[in-house]
């Protein structure tokens, strides 16, 4: 059996609570991610997909249920162990890529790196570079992100995600904005990514041509898994 | 690349204050101008205080022992009479047992010279101008160390013996005599001398260069009638701000009157304290304004940042550390801010020490600058910076990744 990356028991996310306008956003999601799977979070706009995927990237704490992360129960760790936990499994690919404006494309897929070790360091130097070359923006390396195309932000940001090699590598809209080429080719780069190091992704994507070609689909509706998405049986 | 690897929170301090170019500019500008003003004032206001307090005590001794004044008393101490005690004439006096009450000030902490002085009215006349002048008799290597005489010889040497005087040059003006002439005095009480003329002097008061006419001790004892006394000891202490405690500390121990410049200029000492006080207020201001200015900027860096700190968040940035950014920039403008506002007091010293004269066309003050003030106006700006920066800082630090991101 494969080990789990994500396991999720009974997760419960409420907004507002002790105010009159309490919302339950997830009504308690039994979920299982294993280890190098590559998965489509799809669902209409308001189940629930976005908070799922903070609550997964430990942004955001659980109202109640047990999510563990690489094996790791996060109940009852404080914000300190949260963001090391964070800093060494995950690897984020945001929906308008956010990265570092002031900084150049070398830096920000350096900065998970300096982050982690409190300094750059020449091998998180040519590991940036590598993965810059590997995402085919070899001569921009210099250039300040907000000096980018669209496209090549969100290359730059997968680049990001890869740059500590995460177990994890958690995917808002990573093409959401982008021209079908565009988005077919970051998408082939995560999946390229997936296979070559084995990290486990899951990309919300409303896209289903493009869920078509993930391993799993995992559908929430109205914050529940709809029927489809039960997690994989052991044998 | 030969780049220098900066720590993360230094890297990212500075490409956000970069980032925020007219913000960082405007608020260095106010930091500098904070800083400048601080120093430029403690500079100038601490040297003119200098000098006012050197032109006073450039003639005068720290500290001046006396004997006790004459006083009348009842001679019938029952209650039962009314008596009218008539205050008495104050007679020129020896101090009792002088040498003694020498040895004695000599052997207080923080004295430095002590010397003794015969010193009373007399006349200095040629041909039929007659002017008003103090006998002064002194030991020339004692009193040196009490008034810098040697300073202000403008002829001769301060040094003086058998019928050798040294006399002002106002003094010399006003009767027409130079070194090598003979100048006639008469104390009060009647007993007179011919001086000889050794040496001139100027003080840079006119009415001492006037008045002051210096002989041996002996000349002076036996002119003034005083055989073997001296009217008063003059003292010098280390630090001239002791003079008052020195003071009450001889004057309990010798029973004498021993007063110190400090009681003789109680109105320049609070004039000074006033002046200082001033000075702190106008610090305080000054301080407060250029910490509100940086707690300013910052708050509004924070909010246009929170994008940013929601990425460094979701990377793996601890709270702790995005604190640490914003309490950098807030010292890194304080910092820098001390640096050049420390140059522009520098500058502006200068520029005012050459505009600002004296009526003898010397500058009222040096563009000199204390380090010891350098070096607290920017320790202060340092501190000041990391204070202002803390609210921000902390706003910071508690921002939702989530919201920040999403914004």
Aim: proline share 4%.
């Amino acid at each position: 059996m494969t080990a789990a990356i994500i396991s999720l028991r009974g997760l419960r996310k409420s907004y507002g609570v002790g105010t009159p306008v309490e919302t339950e956003v997830l009504h308690g999601l039994d979920l299982d991610l294993a280890e190098g799977e590559f998965c489509a979070l799809i669902g209409p706009s308001g189940s629930g997909k976005s908070t799922l995927l903070n609550l997964v990237g430990l942004l955001e704490a659980p109202t109640s249920g047990e999510l563990a992360i690489a094996g790791q129960s996060t109940t009852g760790l404080d914000e300190q162990a949260l963001t090391v936990l964070r800093g060494r499994t995950i690897g984020f690919v945001f929906q308008f890529h956010h990265l570092l404006p002031a900084f150049t494309a070398l830096e920000n897929v350096m900065m998970p790196s300096i982050i982690m070790h409190g300094v750059a360091t020449a091998e998180a130097e040519s590991v940036a570079n590598d993965l810059l070359k590997r995402v085919g923006l070899t001569g921009h390396e210099y250039k300040k992100a907000s000096q980018l195309s669209g496209g090549q932000q969100q290359r730059v940001a997968i680049a990001r995600a890869l740059s500590l090699s995460p177990r994890l590598i958690l995917a808002d809209e990573p093409t959401g904005n982008l021209d079908t080429q565009t988005a077919d080719d970051i998408f082939a780069l995560l999946r390229e990514f997936n296979r070559e190091r084995g990290s486990a992704c899951l990309i919300v994507t409303h896209d289903p041509r493009l869920a078509a070609r993930c391993d799993r689909r995992i559908e929430l509706i109205d914050g529940r898994l709809a029927a489809a998405a039960r997690m994989p049986q052991p044998a | 690349m030969a780049r220098p690897r900066l720590p993360f929170e230094f890297l990212i301090a500075l490409r956000f204050l970069r980032e925020g170019r007219m913000q960082t500019a405007l608020i260095l500008l106010g930091v500098t101008g904070g800083v400048a003003v601080i120093v430029f004032l403690s500079q100038l206001i601490s040297q003119l205080q200098a000098t006012i307090i050197d032109r006073v005590l450039g003639s005068q001794a720290h500290v001046v022992v006396r004997p006790l004044e004459e006083a009348n008393q009842r001679a019938r101490t029952d209650p039962q009479f009314a008596t009218i005690i008539e205050p008495r004439a104050q007679r020129l006096r020896s101090v009792d047992q002088w040498e003694a009450v020498v040895r004695l000030a000599e052997s207080q902490p923080r004295v430095v010279a002590v010397s003794p002085v015969v010193s009373g009215p007399a006349f200095a006349v040629r041909g039929r101008a007659s002017k008003s002048v103090a006998l002064v008799g002194v030991d020339p290597d004692r009193y040196r160390r009490i008034v810098k005489m040697d300073t202000y010889m403008t002829r001769g040497a301060f040094q003086v013996e058998g019928t050798g005087a040294i006399i002002g040059i106002e003094l010399a003006k006003d009767l027409g005599v130079g070194v090598g002439d003979k100048l006639f005095l008469r104390a009060a009480g009647g007993r007179d001398e011919l001086l000889h003329i050794t040496g001139l002097f100027d003080i840079g008061n006119k009415d001492l260069n006037r008045r002051w006419v210096f002989t041996t001790m002996k000349l002076a004892q036996s002119l003034l009638d005083l055989p073997g006394g001296v009217s008063n000891i003059d003292v010098t202490v280390a630090d001239i701000f002791d003079a008052k405690e020195v003071a009450e500390r001889l004057q309990a121990a010798s029973g004498l009157t021993v007063e110190s410049w400090m009681t003789t200029n109680s109105q320049l000492l609070a004039a000074l304290r006033n002046q200082s006080v001033s000075n702190n207020l106008i610090r305080s201001f000054v301080i407060v304004i250029v910490a509100l200015g940086i707690s300013s900027v910052l708050v509004v860096s924070v909010v246009q940042k929170q994008k940013e700190i929601g990425i460094l968040r979701a990377m793996g940035t601890s709270s702790n550390r995005i604190m640490g950014v914003f309490l950098l920039q807030g010292a890194l403008v304080g910092f820098v801010g001390a640096l050049s506002g420390v140059a522009l007091a520098w500058g502006l010293l200068n520029f005012f020490s050459t505009i600002y004269r004296s009526g003898d066309g010397a500058p009222i003050f040096q563009p000199e600058l204390d380090p010891a003030i350098a070096l607290s106006a920017a320790g202060i700006a340092l501190l000041v910076g990391l204070v202002a920066a803390l609210i921000p800082a902390r706003r910071a630090a508690k921002m939702d990744p989530v919201q920040a991101i999403r914004a």
